[in-house]
Structure formats: structure tokens, C-alpha cells
């Protein structure tokens, strides 16, 4: 049989956004392409005509219904730095608790679209439900649902309603226990077991040489955070472990988003209590001094890095972006070689990809 050229996507059920382009031998993937290059917004170019203030609701579009938070708090963590603004300790921890929030409803996400991937459609409904019940805290402190623009610079915009340390540790309580039957259903079940375990391995020496960052990371055995490294806000008080895979297989990848949401619920148990009184958010000066700095954070899926260089006007002179997903590619030719066809979407949905924020 010839060797057949297959275009996938984009507008995919699998690719999304993505297109690739796979050459088979029957049954056998010879060779991977991928074409990313259907989502560009300009976003590092329209921050430049914006004041800094301005920009972090533009910032909050590259990876806007997942996690925006892990956007939009590397940000204004590098506007900060190069102003040299120091922010209160309420504010501190309030921007923990809401980036743990968006984590865990990013990683549902993600274990959602793992669960009916294989055919779960039980997880879909679990996920999404219990996913609602953490946007919903969300919304009681931001008061927006997806994009919610509640870090800002100096500090963050409003203060936790009453009621809501009590309200959000009820629900992380019953999460808990919900996960327990996420494993039942999905983790250790021996028919997920069957379609992605052995599947997509990727080698921790392959995983550091390929730039791959975040829960993948983690789950080929590399026991790298920016929570843990290089400490931002106050995450160097709390206690948690960073989970790692022994395989660096799909399932690792699928199971890493499940044993990470367990972690985040420490945090927050961890930061609703020892949350301190006190103010919100400090003045800032309008504009940058002169510079040039570089700020990162672990957003949901991995590393999100902000390079700001200010020329002592009030808007910035360049804002590089260095995003998870984007990081993440080179992972799938790597392992879209020399494999069944069938493997592909089972690979592809286990590294939780964005396009949004690989081509902004």
C-alpha cells in the first residue's frame, strides 16, 4: 500500500485549532507535521498601545477560559517587579487562592476532555459539574466567570464576600471525596488502563531536552515547579508536594491533573486559614522606570514567563510571552512517529494543549 497523506483539522474534534498533517503506511504514522497557525491575535503587539493597566485584560486572552489567572498573574508580577512595587499580604494570599481555584477547574477540564476521549462520557458529566461548583467561587470573588481580571497591579481589585472561607472549604471538602471516585472510574480502571498506559512515553532525558514544562513534565519523572523552585507571593509557606509519573505515558499525563488537584486543595485549606487582615492593594507609579526584567509562574499547564522591557513611558516598550502549550509542542512529533494512527488523539489530549496560547 502507498504511503497516504492525511490532513487533520483544523475545526478537528481532536486538533481543535491545530492542523497535522500525518503520513501512513496503512495503520502506521511515518511522519508528523503539525500547522499552528490558525489563532494569531497579536497580543505581544497590541499591549504596546495600551497602558500598563490596560493590558491585562489583552493578557487574559491567551488563555482566557481555562486559566486566566495563570496568565494574567505573571503580568502583573513582571509590571511589579520592574516598578519595584511591594503588595500587601491579604493580596498576597488572595491571588494564591484564585490561582488554585483556576487550577482545579483547568485540570477538570482537562480530565473531562481525557474521560470522553476514551470514551468516559461519565467523567464528562462529573467533571463538568463539579467544575461548576468552583467557577462559582470564582464568581463570588471576581464576579466574572471565565475572564475574571482580579489580579492587578498593586495588588487585587476586591476582597473575599462573608461567608466565603466557609463556603469554598465545604466544597473542597466534598471535591475530595469526589476525586476518590474520579480514580474508581477512570484512573484505575482497567479498560483506560489498557488504552494509555505504554502509550506516548516521553523520557525524562527527552522531556528536560525538548523544553517541556508543567504537569507533562512532571508526569515523565522531572520534579520541577516554579511554586517550589522560585517561590512567588507567599507559596513558600505552604506545605505540599509536587507529584511526579514513573512512566511519562498517557496515563501519567491523564492521572498527574487528578493527584495535582489534590495538592491545590492543600494550598487553599492551607491559605483560607492563615489568610491575614489587612489592605488590598498599594498605589502604583503610572509608569515603569527604565528597564528590563523577566517574571514566571506555574500556571495550570506549566510554566508562563513574561520578558518586559520599559522605556520610561507609560506603555511597554516590547512584552515577550513564553506559554505553556507552546512549550509543549515539540512533544507531539516527537511522539506521533512510528505508532498506531488511533494513537494519536489518545496522545494529543493528554497534554492538555491550548491553542489559543500557542499561536496569540
Known amino acids: 500500500m502507498p504511503v497516504m497523506r492525511l490532513s487533520m483539522g483544523p475545526q478537528h474534534p481532536v486538533t481543535s485549532h491545530f492542523r497535522f498533517l500525518v503520513d501512513v503506511d496503512g495503520d502506521e504514522v511515518l511522519n508528523f507535521e503539525w500547522d499552528v497557525g490558525y489563532t494569531h491575535r497579536g497580543i505581544e503587539k497590541l499591549v504596546e498601545n495600551r497602558i500598563y493597566l490596560q493590558n491585562i485584560p489583552v493578557v487574559e486572552r491567551i488563555n482566557s477560559y481555562c486559566d486566566a489567572i495563570g496568565t494574567t498573574l505573571g503580568y502583573v508580577e513582571v509590571v511589579e517587579e520592574l516598578m ?52 462559582d467561587l470564582l464568581v463570588q470573588l471576581s464576579g466574572q466567570r471565565i ?18 472561607k466557609e463556603e469554598a472549604l465545604k466544597r473542597l471538602d466534598y471535591l ?43 508526569a515523565s519523572g522531572v520534579k520541577a515547579d516554579v511554586r517550589k523552585d522560585e517561590p512567588y507571593e507567599v507559596y513558600d509557606r505552604f506545605d505540599f508536594e509536587v507529584p511526579i509519573g514513573k512512566n511519562g505515558d498517557c496515563y501519567d499525563r491523564a492521572s498527574m491533573r487528578l493527584k495535582e488537584i489534590e495538592q491545590s486543595i492543600v494550598i487553599l485549606r492551607q ?25 514566571r509562574v506555574e500556571s495550570a499547564r506549566g510554566e508562563f514567563g513574561y520578558y518586559l522591557i520599559s522605556d520610561g513611558k507609560s506603555k511597554p516598550y516590547r512584552l515577550k510571552i513564553s506559554t505553556p502549550s507552546f512549550r509543549n509542542l515539540p512533544a507531539l512529533p516527537h511522539l506521533c512517529k512510528n505508532i498506531p494512527l488511533g494513537d494519536i488523539p489518545v496522545i494529543f489530549i493528554t497534554f492538555d494543549y491550548i491553542p489559543l496560547d500557542v499561536d496569540r
Do not use: Q
Open 176 to 218: 475530595e471525596k469526589r476525586l476518590e471516585d474520579y480514580y474508581k472510574m477512570m484512573a484505575w480502571n482497567r479498560t483506560f488502563e489498557m488504552r494509555f498506559k505504554n502509550v506516548g512515553i516521553l523520557k525524562p532525558s527527552d522531556a528536560i531536552r525538548l523544553g517541556i514544562v508543567g504537569p507533562n513534565l512532571r
Open 147 to 164: 475572564t475574571y481580571t482580579y489580579p492587578t497591579i498593586g495588588g487585587v481589585r476586591w476582597d473575599m464576600p462573608d461567608g466565603f
Open 84 to 135: 519595584g512595587v511591594e503588595i500587601p499580604e491579604r493580596a498576597k494570599y488572595l491571588r494564591v487562592i484564585v490561582a488554585e481555584l483556576n487550577r482545579i477547574a483547568s485540570h477538570l477540564y482537562a480530565v473531562c476532555l481525557v474521560g470522553i476521549s476514551a470514551g468516559f462520557e461519565t467523567m464528562l458529566m462529573w467533571c463538568i459539574n463539579e467544575r461548576e461548583l468552583i467557577l
Open 271 to 295: 491559605a483560607l486559614k492563615e489568610i491575614p487582615e489587612g489592605p488590598l492593594k498599594v498605589g502604583t507609579p503610572p509608569t515603569a522606570p527604565k528597564g528590563e526584567t523577566y517574571s
